[in-house]
C-alpha cells in the first residue's frame, strides 16, 4: 500500500505569503505577541497591495477548473486536509495558545471542532431542487460558484472561524484568499501551509498583512464576496466598502447574549454549564453568555453559587498551565477595553458579587472573572459587549417583561432559557430575537446547522447548507421539453 506523505510544519517559520501554491516573502515583515508573556512572536510576511492582485489572478485562474470539479472530487481533498490537519494538531494547538493566549484545553476544543467541520463540509451537497415539472418543462433551482472569495477572520478563533470559511467557499466550487487577523496571523498560514500541497495551486491562499490589507480586499474589483467575522464596527466599514462594488458580503459580528434562567432550575444542575459559559476563554467568544437574567424568587441563592462555584472552579493563568480556564486577554488594544469596563462597574458604584481583579502588575494581560450584582439595564456593562471575563446578573420578574429587556438591543446572535418547563422554555424561546437560541443549554454550534446574527450581529449565515449557499448566485433554470417535437 502506497504511504501518503503529509506536511509536516515548522510552527516558528514563516516564508511568506502562500500564493498560487508558493511561499512568497515579503520585503517586509511583522510579528505579533504572545499576550500570555507580552514578548515578541515570528517574523510573518507583510503582504503588500500587489502581493493581493498577485493572489486575486491566480485564485481567478484556478476558479476556471475548481469550479468545474465534481462533488466527490472536493469532498475528497477536504477529507484529506482534515487528516493533514489532525496530523499536525498538536503543533497547530501549541501555536494557537501561543498567539492568542487561548487555554490549552479551548485550543484543544478548537481543533476538535475544525477537524469535525471540515469532515462534515465534506458531506454536505448543495443539490439541485425541482421546483415544478411537467410534461413540458422543468424548472430548477441550481447554484452556481460566485469565482474569488475573500475570508476576514478575527483573532479569537483563527482556525475554526478560518476554515469554517474555507471549507463551504471550496465545497461550492469557489477559490478563496484567507487574510488572518494582524493579531492571530501563525496558525492561518500554518493551515494554509498544509493545504499547499492537497488542493491544486491558486484555491486556497493565505495573506498577512496589516490594516490596509482589509480595505484592499473588501474594495477588489475580482473579489466577488467577502465572508468576515468581528466587531460590529468593521463589519459596518466592510458592508460599505463591499457595496462600492455590489460585492457579496456575509457578516458575522458582535453579540451580547442574554441567558434567562427561570425559578424552577436545578441549580447546581445547570451552573457549571452557565458560569463556564460566561468566563471560558475569557469571555472572548461572540456568543457567550453576556447578560444572565435570573428569576428574583432564586436570584440571591444562584448568585451566590455562581461565585462560590467560579471562585472554585475558575482559574485565571497562562494558557499552558494546567487547569487555567481564563488566559489573559488577546492584545493590549483588547486589554484596555475590559480595563476600562472593570473600572466603569467601580466607577458607577454597582455592587460586585465577584470581584475579580484586573492584574496589572503581573506581566501579560490578565483578568479575572468578575459578576456584576444587578446593574440598571442602562448600565455600559449590560448594553456594551465587554469581551473580557465580567458578566452582569440581573433580576426578573415576569416572562413578558424578561423578554423584553432580553430583545431590548440592537444585538441578536444568542440567546437562552432555561427551565425544567419545557413548554413555558419554548414558548419563550421562540420570542427571542437572535441567530441562534437554545432551551437549557448555550452556545451549542454544528457545521451542518446554520449560524449568524439579527440586527446589528450580522448578516447572512454561515455553515449549514444555508450558508454554503451565501457562496453561490441563485439561477432559475427552466428547461422546455417539447418545443422542437
Ligand atoms: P475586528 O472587527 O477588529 O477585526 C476582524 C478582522 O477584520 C481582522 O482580520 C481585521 O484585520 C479586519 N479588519 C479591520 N478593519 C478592517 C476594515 N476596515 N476592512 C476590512 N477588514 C478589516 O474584530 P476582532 O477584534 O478581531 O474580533 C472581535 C469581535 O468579533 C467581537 O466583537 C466579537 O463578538 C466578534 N466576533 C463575532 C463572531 C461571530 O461569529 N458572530 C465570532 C467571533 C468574534
Known amino acids: 500500500m502506497a504511504v501518503i506523505s503529509r506536511p509536516v510544519i515548522d510552527i516558528k517559520s514563516y ?52 469550479s468545474q470539479t465534481t462533488f466527490e472530487e472536493r469532498a475528497k481533498l477536504m477529507l484529506e486536509y482534515a487528516d493533514a490537519i489532525e496530523e499536525n494538531r498538536e503543533e497547530l494547538e501549541k501555536l494557537d495558545t501561543m498567539e492568542s493566549g487561548k487555554p490549552a ?19 454536505m451537497e448543495l443539490k439541485d431542487e425541482i421546483l415544478d415539472e411537467n410534461d413540458e418543462r422543468t424548472v430548477y433551482s441550481t447554484h452556481r460558484p460566485l469565482g474569488v472569495c475573500g475570508a476576514i477572520v478575527p483573532w479569537n478563533w483563527p482556525a475554526l472561524l478560518g476554515l469554517g470559511k474555507v471549507g463551504p467557499a471550496l465545497m461550492t466550487g469557489n477559490t478563496i484568499i484567507m487574510k488572518p487577523s494582524p493579531y492571530t496571523p501563525y496558525t492561518d498560514l500554518k493551515l494554509c501551509e498544509i493545504a499547499m500541497s492537497i488542493f491544486p495551486p491558486g484555491v486556497f491562499q493565505a495573506l498577512s498583512g496589516d490594516d490596509s490589507l482589509g480595505p484592499w480586499m473588501t474594495e477588489h474589483p475580482d473579489i466577488k464576496l467577502i465572508t468576515f467575522t468581528g466587531s460590529v464596527r468593521t463589519g459596518k466599514l466592510v458592508a460599505a466598502s463591499c457595496s462600492k462594488t455590489l460585492k457579496r458580503c456575509v457578516l458575522e459580528l458582535g453579540g451580547n447574549d442574554a441567558l434567562i434562567v427561570c425559578e424552577d432550575v436545578d441549580i447546581p444542575k445547570c451552573l457549571p454549564k452557565i458560569a463556564t459559559m460566561s468566563f471560558i476563554n475569557s469571555g472572548q467568544i461572540c456568543m457567550l453568555a453576556k447578560r444572565i437574567y435570573v428569576h428574583e424568587g432564586i436570584y440571591d441563592k444562584f448568585r451566590d453559587a455562581m461565585v462560590e462555584f467560579t471562585k472554585e472552579n475558575i482559574k485565571t493563568g497562562g494558557g499552558f498551565e494546567p487547569g487555567v480556564l481564563v488566559g489573559p486577554i488577546q492584545n493590549k488594544m483588547q486589554y484596555d477595553l475590559v480595563k476600562d469596563m472593570y473600572q466603569d462597574v467601580k466607577k458607577s458604584g454597582y455592587q460586585v458579587a465577584l470581584d475579580g481583579k484586573v492584574l496589572e502588575s503581573t506581566t501579560g494581560y490578565f483578568a479575572e472573572p468578575a459578576i456584576v450584582d444587578n446593574p440598571p439595564d442602562d448600565s455600559r456593562i449590560v448594553v456594551e459587549e465587554p469581551f473580557g471575563p465580567i458578566v452582569p446578573l440581573l433580576k426578573w420578574s415576569s416572562d413578558d417583561e424578561v423578554i423584553d429587556r432580553a430583545n431590548s438591543l440592537n444585538l441578536g446572535l444568542g440567546a437562552s432559557v432555561w427551565s ?4 413555558r422554555a419554548e414558548k419563550m424561546a421562540r420570542k427571542l430575537s437572535a441567530g441562534s437560541v437554545w432551551v437549557n443549554s448555550h452556545f451549542d454550534v454544528a457545521p451542518n446547522v446554520p449560524f449568524g446574527g ?5 448578516l447572512g449565515r454561515e455553515w449549514g447548507i444555508e450558508g454554503f449557499k451565501q457562496f453561490t448566485d441563485h439561477t432559475s433554470l427552466w428547461v422546455w421539453k417539447k418545443i422542437f417535437e
Not at 105 to 123: D, H
Not at 420 to 423: A, Y
Not at 454 to 458: A, N, R
Request: proline letters at 6%; aromatic letters at 8%; hydrophobic letters at 40%.
Open 420 to 423: 425544567k418547563d419545557l413548554s
Open 15 to 66: 516564508k511568506g505569503n502562500i500564493i498560487n501554491g508558493k511561499f512568497v516573502p515579503t520585503a517586509k515583515t511583522r510579528h505579533s505577541i504572545d499576550p500570555a508573556t507580552e514578548q515578541p512572536l515570528f517574523p510573518a510576511p507583510l503582504a503588500t497591495r500587489e502581493d493581493l492582485d498577485a493572489a486575486v489572478k491566480h485564485a481567478s485562474d484556478a476558479f476556471k477548473t475548481w
Open 454 to 458: 439579527t440586527k446589528e450581529s450580522g
Open 105 to 123: 484545553i479551548v485550543s484543544k476544543n478548537e481543533f476538535n471542532l475544525t477537524i469535525q467541520w471540515l469532515r462534515t463540509f465534506a458531506t
